[in-house]
């Protein structure tokens, strides 16, 4: 079992100020204690709060790599980078490695609606992640066990 921080300590570590636990240094030795666990989202958190952009800059072609549109995507919030290169490459490894709906999200962001649409087509039997009229929702008044 890891010997990673809790939900709270984590939290506590993530937004702590002063010498403790607020410096840089501190903020990177948990991000990378994290990465090394594959808690990649965490130790995005970490580093962007150290503004290591380096780190981020690692982890976002990573996430590239395999095909994480949602990890790409935090890592250019991070950097401020509204760039489309490494979405657009992260997209196509998302088709590639069969990850469609992180693929169908990277088209969306990109504007390519075309590809989005081509599928969300291909897996609409699998069950919708796109909500055509909130109207057919049925929501009940109450619940009876």
Known sequence: MSKLL???????????????NGDQSTKIKLGEAFESEDWIYDSLDYFGKAQSNDKILSL????????????????????????????ELATQMAEKNGMIRYAISGYEKLGDEKNALRLAESIKDEGSILLED????????????
């Open 6 to 20: 809790s939900a709270i300590e984590k939290r506590d570590a993530l937004h702590a100020k002063g010498q403790k």
């Open 60 to 87: 976002q072609k990573k996430a590239a790599d395999e095909g994480n549109v949602f990890l790409v995507l935090k890592a250019q919030r991070f950097l401020g980078d509204e760039s489309t290169n490494v979405l």
């Open 134 to 145: 909130s109207g057919d929702v049925f929501i009940p008044d109450s619940v009876e066990e």
